[in-house]
T-cell receptor, first 114, second 114 residues
Framework: GENVEQHPSTLSVQEGDSAVIKCTYS??????FPWYKQELGKGPQLIID?????GEKKDQRIAVTLNKTAKHFSLHITETQPEDSAVYFCAASLSSGGYQKVTFGIGTKLQVIP | EPEVTQTPSHQVTQMGQEVILRCVPISNHLYFYWYRQILGQKVEFLVS????????KSEIFDDQFSVERPDGSNFTLKIRSTKLEDSAMYFCASSGTGSERTQYFGPGTRLLVL
């Protein structure tokens, strides 16, 4: 089955700096890569996603890159703000019969220091 | 904005008791999922459900677990005889059809088995 590795496990940055979280996946058939933000006591919330036919996607301060050959994908947050502090999960997914079984990484706890 | 809801938010039960966790998926979604997250660990896939049957289940989803869509809106996870190691956060998710298969997560139910 799919295995997703994520690092770092914790990340502290100064407000305004950039944060980068990196993930690798094992199953070359995976074709959808969502990123989730989880705030304390809440469920994972989708913040951005990328499909295997795209190499990069950007949404305001958040960007994601995908290298299918190397099976790497990364999340970049620019101009970080204290409200970006949360746990971020990368995930890899394979569309199978209409549903997607999502495999999560271990998570990165991001702390933005004011 | 439509969202997935879950009840209860917290559940405390004695070992060996049955629990039912409830979810109301987004109304036009047809694929439903349960995940669990043991404290400090990654989110793990339990089961996916479509057209009133299980599409896929993980090795965690043993005979003590069952899922049901008792009516047009609810989706439930039942644990027949809870064990201490079932203590976790349980998340329900739902997704649509066609190219839009992003999974949207509910806020979770924190289950504590004593």
């Amino acid at each position: 089955g799919e295995n997703v590795e994520q690092h770092p496990s914790t990340l502290s940055v100064q407000e305004g700096d950039s944060a980068v979280i990196k993930c690798t996946y094992s199953d070359s058939a995976s074709n959808y890569f969502p990123w989730y933000k989880q705030e304390l006591g809440k469920g994972p919330q989708l913040i951005i996603d990328i499909r295997s036919n795209v190499g990069e996607k950007k949404d305001q301060r958040i960007a994601v890159t995908l290298n299918k050959t190397a099976k790497h994908f990364s999340l970049h947050i620019t101009e970080t703000q204290p409200e970006d502090s949360a746990v971020y999960f990368c995930a890899a997914s394979l569309s199978s019969g209409g549903y997607q079984k999502v495999t999560f990484g271990i998570g990165t706890k991001l702390q933005v220091i004011p | 904005e439509p969202e997935v809801t879950q009840t209860p938010s917290h559940q405390v039960t004695q070992m060996g008791q049955e629990v039912i966790l409830r979810c109301v998926p987004i109304s036009n979604h047809l694929y439903f999922y349960w995940y669990r997250q043991i404290l400090g660990q990654k989110v793990e896939f339990l089961v996916s459900f479509y057209n009133n049957e299980i599409s896929e289940k993980s090795e965690i989803f043993d005979d003590q677990f069952s899922v049901e869509r008792p009516d047009g809106s609810n989706f439930t996870l039942k644990i027949r005889s809870t064990k201490l190691e079932d203590s976790a956060m349980y998340f329900c998710a739902s997704s649509g059809t066609g190219s839009e298969r992003t999974q949207y997560f509910g806020p979770g139910t924190r289950l504590l088995v004593l």
